[in-house]
T-cell receptor
């Protein structure tokens, strides 16, 4: 069990560029979540998948954000036309759809800096 | 929406001291989770609580699910330098905390500093 992995760990981009992040969940976990965390705050929910179905999206997820989980395994989060306000840590988590699916396990995050 | 309030916001303690922090909500939660986050890393799950009044330990950490279901407490005994970090409480969002396990609501965190 290698845990949740995220790539890249750091991304610096210029305003207006598109960026894509990848998350590989724990292998047997069928739920995958994306959160965003800014300095001094707790993580804020963005969206989640059960297998390949995207079940819920936060109002934080503007039209410039899109997430996919095409085969129910890894997921990607794309931000189009990045803005400075998108600078944050993007966290991915996974859980097993069972009795204790509230127990979400987080990856190390991708730190995005928009200049 | 549901909000979790953590106190204190920060703590500065000496190595060996015990630590207590808490988390309160205006609405009921059916599950409470405690996470620890180190700088530049993702949160690590420490303890999960599922029943009102439940007391659960993980090594030197002990957490309690408040009987009102609107609060939870985390205690760390005999602190050591590696306990430094930010501690977050979290709970699943939903009408009563039980209708949706799809997302977690987090508190703003308690920053712990341990002086050797």
């Amino acid at each position: 069990d290698t845990g949740v992995s995220q790539n890249p760990r750091h991304k610096i981009t210029k305003r207006g560029q598109n960026v894509t992040f990848r998350c590989d969940p724990i292998s047997e976990h069928n739920r995958l979540y994306w959160y965003r965390q800014t300095l001094g705050q707790g993580p804020e929910f963005l969206t989640y998948f059960q297998n390949e179905a995207q079940l819920e999206k936060s109002r934080l997820l503007s039209d410039r954000f899109s997430a996919e989980r095409p085969k129910g395994s890894f997921s990607t989060l794309e931000i189009q036309r990045t803005e400075q306000g998108d600078s944050a840590m993007y966290l991915c988590a996974s859980s097993l759809r069972a009795a204790r699916l509230s127990e979400q396990y987080f990856g190390p995050g991708t730190r995005l800096t928009v200049t | 929406g549901q909000q979790l309030n953590q106190s204190p916001q920060s703590m500065f303690i000496q190595e060996g001291e015990d630590v207590s922090m808490n988390c309160t909500s205006s609405s009921i939660f059916n599950t409470w989770l405690w996470y620890k986050q180190d700088p530049g890393e993702g949160p690590v799950l420490l303890i999960a609580l599922y029943k009102a009044g439940e007391l659960t330990s993980n090594g030197r950490l002990t957490a309690q699910f408040g009987i009102t279901r609107k609060d939870s407490f985390l205690n760390i005994s005999a602190s050591i330098p590696s306990d430094v970090g930010i501690y977050f409480c979290a709970g699943p969002s939903g009408v009563d905390g039980g209708t949706s396990y799809g997302k977690l609501t987090f508190g703003q965190g308690t920053i712990l500093t341990v002086h050797p």
